[in-house]
């Protein structure tokens, strides 16, 4: 056997069956199907590992349907490393028995985001496409950003508490520019310096996830080699996806400017709470009831999902409740609301309703993916602006 098929293997084979994840795995609370849950994937995986199942469309659609959310993996008591399992049978895969339109529309998100050309012309053409259908992610696309004027470095003002790097990651300029502005206002104010790097590229786990590990490694090399030549106190993500990746960066290169971007990068939340002294923050009081949704990646990956509530409780007068649905995937998960579109919407319909029986002034959460999700699903339904949680502190700090 070939090493990579047993080192899948014996990830496989630490799974004990015993199914305490399968109620945490939306597409089996979704499909009640076995073979949509962990413990079923993980049973097609080894059956087609030791050849006694075949690569059919059969066997690869319930592995197709995973949305990588890792909830299996956070309450799982054998630590079966899942998606390093999943991550791994699809490389070994690529795309084979893969349907040619799902093959399509996979490779052109991907390469789409990657080239900011295409990019544009996407974003173009989703803003004309009046006819696509409702609920769905494109529909509520914020307005686009230019990253040539966040290139570059950005000094602190007043006395330097940091200097960290900013990873933009490929959805920014198309989808999440209020966020970065936020950030570019917010942390030299508070005495962080930026650098923003022009050369870095996509995180990588696009690539990843879709089996091309090649792709994903070169531009993680990138990403290393980037960051890697400037001497930062932290390397700062504001999507909780690609800040779950570059932590992993570790996991797929063992050098050690791999190991040292990985050791210093944090989500922007985690980072404010714990690097900003109390006396910096100057919050004007907002009598608002602000729900916190807190993404798979922010929790099961990063695990600092409490810094985002720790950070908005300094704000006078504001009713900081996390979501009730906490621990449940929304069902974004990047590019599967686009691919798997129909069950990233049913999967969506639980947290919905769990935030419009909340009826908050605000929804926030720390990862674009989710943001644009959940506002498709609310809209037409209440009017709730749904940001990032630093977008909301920058709004409210006053020096
Ligand atoms: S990663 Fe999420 S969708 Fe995939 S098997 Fe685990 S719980 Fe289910
Ligand atoms: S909880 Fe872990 S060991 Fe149990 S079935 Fe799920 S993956 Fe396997």
Known sequence: MNPALESLLADADLCVKCGLCSPHCPTYRQTADENESPRGRIALIQGWATGRLSLTAALRGPLDDCLLCRNCEAVCPAKVPYSRLVDRFRAETGQRRKPLAARALSSAVRKGLRHPTLAKLGRRMLDVAGHLPAGAAWKSLPPSGNPESWYGDHPAAGDPLAHAGLFLGCTAAVADAATVTAILGLLPRLGVGLSVPRNQVCCGA???????????????????????????????????????????????????????????????????????????????????????????????????????????????????????????????????????????????????????????????????????HLRAGLQGRADIPVIHPVQLLARLQRV
């Open 206 to 372: 696009m690539d990843l996830h879709a089996g091309d590990a090649a792709t994903a490694h070169a531009l993680m090399s990138r990403n290393i080699e980037v960051f890697g030549e400037r001497p930062l106190d932290a390397v700062i993500g504001f999507a909780s996806g690609c800040s779950a990746t570059l932590l992993e960066y570790r996991c797929h290169s063992e050098t050690r400017a791999a190991e040292t971007l990985s050791s210093k990068v944090q989500d922007v939340s985690r980072f404010l709470a714990d690097r900003i002294p109390e006396e910096r923050w100057d919050l004007a009081p907002l009598e608002a009831r602000i729900l916190v949704h807190h993404p798979c990646s922010l929790r099961n990956v990063c695990k600092t999902e409490s810094s985002v509530e720790t950070l908005l409780r300094r704000i006078p007068g504001a009713e900081v409740k996390t979501l009730p649905v906490k621990g449940r995937c929304c069902g974004a998960a990047g590019s599967y609301m686009i691919e798997h579109r129909r069950m990233a919407e049913a999967i969506r319909t639980e947290t919905v309703d769990a935030i419009l029986a909340q009826s908050p002034d605000y929804l926030v959460t720390s990862n674009i993916g989710c943001a644009l």
